[in-house]
């Protein structure tokens, strides 16, 4: 059975940073690229972050220079250190993966940021 559970959101002020994480089970974690999304309220989901397999890096237009993506194999783990935040990146956060044996798509219950003007 995989799992994704997110964990770091809460309430923080513009200018703020928080760290998310994702630990994942049921999957070979190594394998797998992995992905932040997020869905503000009345919005789309949208992209935020990529991590290919071996860490590296891609990212939307509107994080570049303030998020950065991270993972760690041997913990299951990937990350989202977010610097300073913006009221605009108020929304739930979703760790995403699909399986690259199975080729399914498993999401996160998702983890909620809030930032404060």
């Known amino acids: 059975q995989v799992q994704l559970v997110e964990s770091g959101g809460g309430l923080v002020q513009a200018g703020g940073s928080l760290r998310l994480s994702c630990e994942a089970s049921?999957?070979?974690?190594?394998?797998?690229?992995m992905r932040w999304y997020r869905q503000a309220p009345g919005k789309q989901r949208e992209l935020v972050a990529t991590?290919?397999?071996?860490?590296?890096?891609g990212y939307v237009d509107s994080v570049k220079g303030r998020f950065t993506i991270s993972r760690v194999n041997a913990q299951n783990t990937m990350y989202l250190q977010m610097n300073s935040l913006k009221p605009e990146d108020t929304a739930v956060y979703y760790c995403?993966?699909?399986?690259?044996?199975?080729?399914?798509?498993?999401w996160g219950l998702g983890t909620q940021v809030t930032v404060s003007s």
């Open positions: 991590i290919t397999p071996d860490g590296n890096p």
């Open positions: 049921g999957i070979i974690f190594r394998l797998n690229p």
């Open positions: 995403y993966v699909r399986d690259s044996v199975t080729r399914n798509d498993y």
